[in-house]
């Protein structure tokens, strides 16, 4: 479920450098890590949306639970998460540090998350922001 929060990293992430590819989650990924009702949306449908944006160049869909399969693969000079978190802290930093990339983590707007949007249409008060 693409929303203002997304839009928002995104952006930011594509002012850090020349060409934005997005790594997304497959939809087993999602359920094995989100639970069986997850994704909302489906892998092919979120690709389609994101390259509909005009911050994004490419996206790249992987299967595996986290994204270092697919990082060793593109091998970026700059490495984009969100999160609310420090970069040490993600599993995928010490792999993009040895080539040389740059670990960046935005973080998040306030009050815009796939899962408070499930949550609220789950609990019937689908206006409320």
């Excluded at 087993?28 to 944006?53: E, F, T, W, Y």
């Excluded at 995928?92 to 796939?114: F, I, K, Q």
């Amino acid at each position: 479920m693409l929303h203002p929060g997304h839009l928002e990293t995104l952006r930011r992430a594509r002012d850090l450098g020349d060409v934005l590819v997005v790594l997304l989650n497959s939809d087993d990924s999602v359920s094995r890590l989100k639970g069986p009702s997850r994704p909302v949306v489906g892998q092919q449908d979120r690709a389609a949306l994101l390259m509909g944006l005009r911050d994004v160049d490419g996206v790249l869909v992987f299967d595996e639970d986290d994204p270092r399969t697919a990082l060793d693969r593109l091998r970026p000079d700059i490495w984009v998460k969100g999160g609310d978190y420090t970069a040490d802290l993600l599993p995928e930093a010490p792999l993009v540090r040895s080539w040389g990339g740059r670990v960046e983590v935005l973080s998040y707007l306030p009050g815009h998350s796939t899962t408070g949007i499930v949550d609220r249409i789950t609990a019937g008060n689908v206006d409320a922001h």
